[in-house]
């Protein structure tokens, strides 16, 4: 007797139709069995609940009775209390209407109070709406201007010129004014988007700014296989080709440096060509093409900055040595000059010590005159003064 063919293969086991029926009777009596469960759960639950609604009847029925022996009270007291009322009325009377004064006094100060703050909180509320409506209107202008671009993009002219203004602005703000040509005419009447001049060779860096966008826009959209793959080539086909085209007409031996560069307006589009067409960019390279990306165009014109800075110092080196050796002329003549300062100095310092020597000697004489005796008469005095006068000499 052959086996039954098996129906399906379960984690490399073949399961054969009696096993797959014994199989689904064990799940409907596992599945009868759950809702036996939930059947008792639900009548249990019930159950539960009617005795639940069983006891707040009876306590709402105590609670009833209870309000209306209340209520009798009440009737009982309220009767009491009209009694009361009637004869303190003309004194409620009063009370009520200076309290209603007042109320009406303090009611009217907050309400002017209320009115006073929520004109501040108008106030307010229209300055938040004066700057809501303006920026309002500038993410409306944004829109607008984001919807220009859109459409700048998807015009093959116009994209190719946004891409050329922004390498123009890149390169303008990078270097002088005489180290770039945009739109230079070669030999084979090629014209180039821009060229970069480089220090001690006359040969031209040439720039191409046109880089086709159609296949990387399709590869975008692209929402299954099919049409990913063919927008794949595309891409493929338009960058080889625009490779091609700027290797044959800006690559001129003799004329223009030997390598050109390929410019991709944007860093999104420079990233998926790295990551996705590495293959394009390893037969731009071989061609001696360099694909660059705004920030790598920025890298690029910062070398050839460097370059030009380079050159521009070395032309102006004689210079900076002339006015080096003039500098140093200046300081020996400062050094020189120093030098007999300090001996004007030294010779003015042992002038001024001679002085105070000289100083010091006349007053130590004068000290002496000063402490002679002069009262003997002028013979006894001539005899000093003689030795004075020694002593001086």
């Known amino acids: 007797m052959t086996p039954a063919s098996p129906i399906a293969v379960i984690g490399g086991v073949a399961v054969s139709p009696p096993q797959a029926l014994a199989a689904a009777l064990a799940l409907l009596a596992a599945l009868m069995a759950l809702a036996l469960i939930a059947l008792w759960r ?20 105590e609670r009833f009775a209870a309000l209306v022996q209340s209520s009798a009270e009440l009737n009982g007291r309220v009767g009491a209390m009209a009694e009361w009322l009637g004869s303190r009325q003309t004194d409620l009377a009063r009370v009520v209407s200076d309290r209603l004064d007042s109320v009406g006094a303090r009611l009217g100060a907050g309400l002017e109070s209320q009115a006073q703050t929520t004109g501040e909180s108008l106030g307010r509320l229209n300055e938040r709406l004066a700057v809501i409506d303006a920026a309002q209107s500038r993410l409306t202008e944004m829109t607008r201007e984001v919807v220009s671009l859109k459409d700048i993009l998807a015009n093959k002219q116009a994209r190719g010129a946004f891409g050329q203004g922004r390498m123009e602005a890149i390169v303008r703000d990078g270097l002088p004014a005489g180290g770039y040509d945009f739109q230079f005419t070669l ?10 001049r480089l220090p001690g060779d006359p040969r031209p860096l040439a720039v191409d700014a046109k880089f086709p966008l159609e296949g990387f826009s399709a590869y975008r959209a692209a929402r299954d296989d099919e049409a990913r793959r063919s927008a794949h080539a595309r891409v493929r086909a338009d960058v080889g080709k625009h490779v091609k085209d700027i290797a044959e007409r800006y690559l001129v031996p003799g004329e223009t440096q030997d390598v050109a560069l390929m410019f991709v307006p944007s860093e999104a589009i420079y990233s998926d060509l790295v990551e996705h067409f590495d ?34 110092m ?4 004689h210079e900076i040595q002339a006015e080096v050796g003039k500098l140093l002329n200046d300081v020996r003549l400062v ?46 005095g ?11 000499e």
Do not use: W
């Open 335 to 380: 050094v020189e000059r120093a030098g007999k300062l300090e001996a004007h100095f030294r010779q003015a310092q042992e002038d001024l010590a001679g002085v105070g020597a000289a100083s010091s000697r006349i007053a130590r004489r004068a000290e002496r005159i000063e402490a002679m005796d002069f009262a003997g008469g002028d013979r006894a």
């Open 42 to 61: 639900a009548t249990a639950a019930r159950r539960s609940e009617r005795e639940a609604a069983e006891e707040r009847q009876q306590a709402i029925e």
């Open 382 to 392: 001539a005899p000093d003064l003689i030795s004075l006068a020694r002593q001086a």
């Open 279 to 312: 293959e394009l960019v390893q037969k731009a390279h071989r061609a001696r093409v360099v694909i660059v990306s705004p920030t790598l165009m920025m890298m690029a014109i910062s070398v050839a900055q460097a370059i030009l800075r380079d050159a521009r």
């Open 314 to 317: 070395r032309d102006e080196a």
């Open 187 to 196: 030999s084979n009447r090629a014209r180039p988007d821009c060229v970069i």
